[in-house]
T-cell receptor, first 114, second 113 residues
Framework: DGGITQSPKYLFRKEGQNVTLSCEQN?????MYWYRQDPGQGLRLIYY???????QKGDIAEGYSVSREKKESFPLTVTSAQKNPTAFYLC?????????????FGPGTRLLVL | AQSVTQPDIHITVSEGASLELRCNYS??????LFWYVQSPGQGLQLLLK??????LVQGIKGFEAEFKRSQSSFNLRKPSVHWSDAAEYFC???????????FGDGTTLTVKP
């Protein structure tokens, strides 16, 4: 089955720790996205990537980093610089980076701070 | 720049009643419009999308939406709501060659028995 997988489902972070959220897709999509979701604030775009080895900052990139070494994978690292990381993180992909494309979402990772 | 507004943060309807969720967009040319649904603790799923042609679009789960250019709206409707429709609904707008689409802040639907 084609789709997007995110792992882990729940992740706990200690003070000063970097954590990495995994996102893998087997849809052969070029574009991938990371969103943060907080209650009552909808989806906020963190980073997106149009192609391998290229990515762009979204609206709230501070305290986050990404890589795109393979077409299928777009991991997100939440660094210690992100002071309020508790949120639900969603990864998505689309065939191209274009406004007419449907985005396909993974099941999400919930990050909690210990 | 494109933008989308969902005026209703939270809507409650009784099971079996009709539903309309509002979406207003801002974009100069003909937009591409989407409705997504998110069940609690899960990712988003596409309900329907409008690109061109017939302004009344049918989607999955018995939903439909109507594009009204004069009102810059793309409201989502369902004639009879089921308890399983309780979820958060997101409207999104995009444009050809304008990069990624833009999401609204969402409307949470509660269904009363």
């Amino acid at each position: 089955d084609g789709g997007i997988t995110q792992s882990p489902k729940y992740l706990f972070r200690k003070e000063g720790q970097n954590v990495t959220l995994s996102c893998e897709q087997n849809l052969n999509h070029d574009a991938m996205y990371w969103y943060r979701q907080d209650p009552g604030q909808g989806l906020r775009l963190i980073y997106y990537s149009q192609i391998v080895n290229d990515f762009q900052k979204g609206d709230i990139a501070e305290g986050y980093s990404v890589s795109r070494e393979k077409k299928e994978s777009f991991p997100l690292t939440v660094t210690s610089a992100q002071k309020n990381p508790t949120a639900f993180y969603l990864c998505a992909s689309s065939p191209l980076l274009a406004g007419q494309e449907t985005q396909y979402f993974g099941p999400g990772t919930r990050l909690l701070v210990l | 720049a494109q933008s989308v507004t969902q005026p209703d943060i939270h809507i409650t309807v009784s099971e079996g009643a009709s539903l309309e969720l509002r979406c207003n967009y801002s974009y100069g040319a003909t937009p591409y419009l989407f409705w997504y649904v998110q069940s609690p603790g899960q990712g988003l799923q596409l309900l329907l999308k409008y690109f061109s042609g017939d302004t009344l679009v049918q989607g999955i789960k018995g939903f439909e939406a109507e594009f009204k250019r004069s009102q810059s709206s793309f409201n989502l409707r369902k004639p009879s709501v089921h308890w399983s429709d309780a979820a958060e609904y997101f409207c999104a707008v995009g444009a050809v060659n304008a990069g990624k689409s833009t999401f609204g802040d969402g409307t949470t639907l509660t269904v009363k028995p």
